[in-house]
């Protein structure tokens, strides 16, 4: 394969692994055994799909005409809008193809291992290709967990550290890789579409190697917000860099045009040595799969322009659709429909027990309309509680309180000298104890 090279732009007190990876191998993936998996544990059965979604027409613009120009988070939203997951587990949805992630620890170097956390980025998008509905706010404190240890070799813990602006911290670790993140966002309605911009940054680290990767979301539109069928694109410029050797990678997701059809929800990107040589080639779609070809020795000009040589391409991501059958029950895929399935044992603020978002799994779309004005009533009375204290506390002359998440905390992040919210410890050892009393009540 010969392509044409343009120039890139880039530069607590209570404080098993999967056993598949995958083999990628002239443009196909298959599974393989990992010789150093740790010994699996039992796999628990978990379902496959959730109840299908109750018809309920709404007259969407007599909500939708009073919210132009206003900040998303901010306007009260029935659940008609929603889908029945909180943004603590839609967040969690990155993870869906992690398997990604253990075929980087195991990458011969540092560059290939980039453009598979590159396919990894990509990924984390492909379902909203057929979902639009919005999940639900997080309350203050509302926690999420996600033990797959058994089967996909991870566990994750997210909480809602702010409410305005609402931020997400979250905190996922596998037996190869460390990922953190801390997610924001403005929103802002403009008439035809609705803007999000994501705040914040992912951490992501290779116990192995020490190699530790940065990188930020892109821009998302949702289109048609008034008439026709809603639909998604997401844009704009990703930078994802190797903290450790200088590598980076320049990803760009191409925004969708009506006079170049067939680039839509395309995405192209380059890896680059420290010394700005390219090494990678990557091309796809954000709603399918990407594929990744190494740049050979080889170079020479055509016409003037110098162009490289590639090997033939790999697939480095491979979406897995969906059954038909989806669209009955919010397109979720069948790792989605596993999110909101009641565990024991988890925190008495985890999402899954959140009575709005579990009425509207279960149909009862009114009582959980009901429930979600409760909900956000008490929200805002505690709220309102502790600004009061904070106004006496400052007439007293007293240390104003401030709230302090129960499983995180605000520290400087060393390699990009930014303040992050960093995972303190002592989830899973309270699981362990089935100590909760340091959670607050919100539900």
């Known amino acids: 394969m010969v392509i044409q090279v343009n120039e890139v732009e880039s530069e607590a007190d209570c404080s098993k692994a999967a056993a598949e990876d995958v083999a990628v191998s002239n443009g196909t993936v298959a599974p393989v055994t990992s010789s150093s998996a740790m010994p699996a544990a039992k796999k628990r059965q978990r379902r496959t799909r959730i109840p299908d979604k109750p018809y309920k027409p709404l007259n969407l613009w007599s909500i939708m005409r009073n919210c132009i120009g206003k900040e998303l988070t901010k306007i009260p939203m029935p659940v008609n809008f929603s ?59 509302e926690t999420y967990e ?103 990678c320049a990803l760009k997701f191409i925004p969708y045009s009506y006079f170049s059809p067939s680039e839509q929800r395309k995405v192209t990107g380059a890896v680059m040595n420290a010394k700005r040589e390219l ?37 480095v991501w491979q979406r897995r659709w969906p059954p038909l059958e989806a669209e009955k029950y919010y397109n979720f895929s069948e790792f989605a429909c596993q999110l909101n399935e009641l565990e024991e044992g988890v925190a008495p603020t985890d999402s899954r027990l959140r009575p709005d978002q579990r009425l509207m799994e279960e149909g009862d779309w009114d009582q959980s309309n009901e429930k979600k004005e409760s909900l956000e009533n008490k929200q805002r ?41 960093l995972y303190k410890g002592g989830y899973w050892e309270c699981k362990e104890k089935q100590n909760w009393s340091v959670c607050p009540d919100i539900f």
């Open 83 to 141: 889908e029945p997951l909180s943004m603590l587990q839609r967040l969690v949805e990155d993870y869906e193809y992690s398997e990604i992630l253990d075929k980087a620890a195991m990458a011969s170097d540092s560059c290939e291992q980039l453009a598979y956390v590159a396919a990894f980025t990509v990924s984390s998008y492909a379902t909203t290709s057929n979902r639009t509905a919005k999940p639900f706010n997080p309350l203050l404190g």
């Open 279 to 315: 090494v990678w080639v990557l091309n796809g779609t954000w709603d399918n799969k990407m594929e990744a070809s190494k740049v050979a020795e080889k170079r020479s000009q055509v016409k003037g322009k110098q162009v490289l040589e590639t090997e033939a391409p790999v697939v």
């Open 381 to 421: 009375a505690t709220r309102r509680a502790r600004e009061l204290e904070a106004e006496l506390a400052a007439q007293e002359g007293r240390p104003v309180p401030q709230y302090e998440p129960i499983w995180f905390k605000k520290e400087m992040e060393p390699i990009t000298n930014s303040v992050h919210h």
């Open 146 to 248: 996600l033990d797959r240890t058994d089967d996909l070799g991870w566990k994750c813990i997210s909480e809602q550290v702010s409410h305005h602006p609402p931020v997400v911290a979250q905190h996922c670790e596998s037996k190869n890789w460390i990922c953190h993140q801390e997610f924001s966002m403005t929103s802002s309605f403009k008439g035809k579409y609705l803007q999000v911009k994501p705040l914040g940054m992912t951490h992501l680290t290779f116990l192995s190697s020490g190699n530790r990767y940065t990188w930020k979301k892109v821009t998302t539109n949702v289109n048609n917000i008034i008439l026709g069928k809603l639909w998604v694109d997401h844009h704009g410029d990703m930078e994802i860099v190797n903290h450790k050797t200088g590598d980076k």
